[in-house]
T-cell receptor
Framework: AQKVTQAQTEISVVEKEDVTLDCVYE???????LFWYKQPPSGELVFLIR??????QNEISGRYSWNFQKSTSSFNFTITASQVVDSAVYFC????????????FGKGITLSVRP | DADVTQTPRNRITKTGKRIMLECSQT?????MYWYRQDPGLGLRLIYY???????NKGEISDGYSVSRQAQAKFSLSLESAIPNQTALYFC?????????????FGDGTRLSIL
């Protein structure tokens, strides 16, 4: 069975601080996909990134970066120089490599960025 | 217009009532999903459908049913609503031609059962 653990439930930082959101996953599949979604206070789910199990390159997109390490089954998300608009719930999710594409979500991390 | 539209956006109803939540999409995706979100629990899959004639149970299907009326429409029903079904419900779609592409979510339906 697949499992995603987001051990941090709530994080509060002051604007301009860097913050890392942790994600640890469990799967028996050799091919799988990892995702991060953002849920701002307005409630919608916004896709941030997808990473497949064969691509361990880190990714950077503006102030966002992701560190994928298969050795520790982790897919951590770092926000550099956080801003108030980054305040949201962030979900990590896992999908197997098969055709069904079902997502298993972590419980989410509530990030509050204070001015 | 949103690619994935959920109606209603908010609903308050009483225990025992039959409720239908509707989802329609203009993305042309063949796969559709229903999730519920509870505080501190993340999103959990209720049902999913890969085609008009295909319906599959997810992690928490008890107390729910679905209907895939057309490729673009996927409705979720609560036959006899109970208070612990109070939650935020999301519909999502994905494209089978592109394996494991991100699911696209609607804006959610906030359901309260008194």
């Amino acid at each position: 069975a697949q499992k995603v653990t987001q051990a941090q439930t709530e994080i509060s930082v002051v604007e301009k601080e860097d913050v890392t959101l942790d994600c640890v996953y469990e799967t028996r599949d050799t091919t799988y996909y990892l995702f991060w979604y953002k849920q701002p206070p307005s409630g919608e789910l916004v896709f941030l990134i997808r990473r497949n199990s064969f691509d361990e390159q880190n990714e950077i997109s503006g102030r966002y970066s992701w560190n994928f390490q298969k050795s520790t089954s982790s897919f951590n998300f770092t926000i550099t120089a956080s801003q108030v608009v980054d305040s949201a719930v962030y979900f990590c999710a896992l999908s197997d490599g098969g055709a069904n594409s079902k997502l298993t979500f972590g419980k989410g991390i509530t990030l509050s960025v204070r001015p | 217009d949103a690619d994935v539209t959920q109606t209603p956006r908010n609903r308050i109803t009483k225990t025992g009532k039959r409720i239908m939540l509707e989802c329609s999409q203009t993305k042309g995706h063949d796969r559709m999903y229903w999730y519920r979100q509870d505080p501190g629990l993340g999103l959990r899959l209720i049902y999913y459908s890969f085609d008009v004639k295909d319906i599959n149970k997810g992690e928490i299907s008890d107390g729910y049913s679905v209907s895939r009326q057309a490729q673009a429409k996927f409705s979720l029903s609560l036959e006899s609503a109970i208070p612990n079904q109070t939650a935020l419900y999301f519909c999502a779609t994905s494209d089978s031609d592109r394996v494991n592409q991100p699911q696209h979510f609607g804006d959610g339906t906030r359901l309260s059962i008194l």
